[in-house]
């Protein structure tokens, strides 16, 4: 599969610390494009055939239900079924202040959308009463083509809370280890809240080498996918994939690396 990345608007003054660096900073230029994840998974989903299409995060709290629901109905549409909702609250405030969206209760505002949604892609008259949102009697179409799995990322309480009690985690940047232990409580979650063992995905990054012992580490603990990003210089890589000085926002180099990525990792887990 391939996933794809989401900010609705990039301020260029921004306080808000990104959780996932050690500095508190971000490792992309303000000035990245950042298109509608929705669109562009769409034109992917139209020239391709076998591929999931997934989202890596959407913003779906500073948008409204019908946005959204419409977004991923309209790609699944597209790509004949094959896509999956990543979500996540986000992290920087000045977006949602520019977009004049209280930041404090995104978490609430987030799991409200991702139960419209739901309810608006069974393709049904619905209606709704909750704390941000009000609807009666409305219908939505066409509906997903098949079941919408929702996958929530972040790794607070909260984050993983809302990933275990839907389909599955995007996780961050960690060892093995680490992300064994974090699988393991989603699990323990999905058990209290009533919730079956199967049909859940734990979809991780690692900041390790892949090694076959790894992946078997992982597979015992109910992890079979990870996520990779082979073009883009990160602050947590572990091997490059990309020459250096290469321009990564040619193709040609993006599809060389993942090339590299494929031969390296990929092919090489026995």
Same mark, same amino acid.
Request: glycine residues 8%; charged residues 20%; hydrophobic residues 40%.
């Given at each position: 599969?391939? =996933?794809?990345?989401?900010?609705?608007?990039?301020? =260029?003054?921004?306080?808000?610390?990104?959780?996932?660096?050690?500095?508190? $900073?971000?490792?992309?230029?303000?000035?990245?494009?950042?298109?509608?994840?929705? +669109?562009?998974?769409?034109?992917?989903?139209?020239?391709?055939?076998?591929?999931?299409?997934?989202?890596? +995060?959407?913003?779906?709290?500073?948008r409204d239900p019908f946005t959204v629901?419409?977004?991923?109905? =309209?790609?699944? $549409?597209?790509?004949?079924?094959?896509?999956?909702?990543?979500?996540? @609250?986000?992290?920087?405030? $000045?977006?949602?202040?520019?977009?004049?969206? &209280?930041? /404090?209760?995104?978490?609430?505002?987030?799991?409200?959308?991702?139960?419209?949604?739901?309810?608006?892609?069974?393709?049904?008259i619905v209606s709704h009463k909750g #704390?941000?949102? #009000?609807? &009666?009697?409305?219908? %939505?179409?066409? /509906?997903?083509?098949?079941?919408? #799995?929702?996958?929530?990322?972040?790794?607070?309480?909260?984050?993983?809370?809302? *990933?275990? @009690?839907?389909?599955?985690?995007?996780?961050?940047? %960690?060892?093995?280890?680490?992300?064994?232990?974090? *699988?393991? @409580? %989603?699990?323990? %979650?999905?058990?209290?809240?009533?919730? !079956?063992? =199967?049909?859940?995905?734990?979809?991780?990054?690692?900041?390790?080498?892949?090694?076959?012992?790894? /992946? $078997?580490?992982?597979?015992? @603990?109910? +992890? &079979?996918?990870?996520?990779?990003?082979?073009?883009?210089?990160? !602050?947590?890589?572990?091997?490059?994939?990309?020459?250096?000085? *290469?321009?990564?926002?040619?193709?040609?180099?993006?599809? &060389?690396?993942?090339?590299?990525?494929? #031969?390296?990792v990929i092919h090489g887990l026995k």
């Amino acid at each position: 599969g391939v =996933t794809y990345a989401d900010h609705l608007v990039m301020p =260029t003054k921004i306080a808000s610390k990104y959780p996932y660096t050690v500095d508190g $900073e971000i490792f992309w230029p303000l000035d990245a494009p950042w298109p509608d994840p929705w +669109i562009a998974l769409s034109v992917l989903g139209s020239h391709t055939k076998s591929i999931k299409l997934i989202t890596n +995060i959407y913003l779906a709290a500073m948008r409204d239900p019908f946005t959204v629901a419409r977004m991923v109905s =309209t790609a699944s $549409e597209f790509s004949n079924g094959r896509i999956l909702c990543g979500v996540s @609250a986000g992290w920087l405030k $000045e977006e949602y202040d520019a977009a004049q969206i &209280d930041f /404090a209760s995104r978490g609430r505002r987030l799991d409200e959308i991702i139960a419209c949604a739901r309810q608006l892609w069974t393709g049904e008259i619905v209606s709704h009463k909750g #704390e941000f949102f #009000e609807y &009666d009697s409305v219908i %939505m179409r066409p /509906a997903p083509k098949g079941h919408v #799995e929702v996958w929530s990322g972040g790794g607070s309480k909260p984050a993983l809370r809302r *990933a275990a @009690a839907n389909d599955g985690w995007l996780g961050l940047p %960690m060892t093995v280890e680490q992300n064994v232990g974090v *699988a393991q @409580a %989603m699990y323990k %979650m999905r058990g209290e809240m009533g919730l !079956p063992q =199967t049909g859940f995905s734990p979809c991780i990054s690692l900041i390790e080498p892949l090694t076959t012992g790894a /992946a $078997e580490k992982l597979k015992a @603990a109910g +992890i &079979d996918d990870i996520m990779s990003i082979p073009y883009m210089p990160t !602050p947590w890589e572990n091997e490059g994939f990309v020459p250096a000085n *290469a321009d990564i926002s040619k193709l040609q180099v993006k599809k &060389d690396a993942v090339s590299r990525y494929a #031969e390296r990792v990929i092919h090489g887990l026995k």
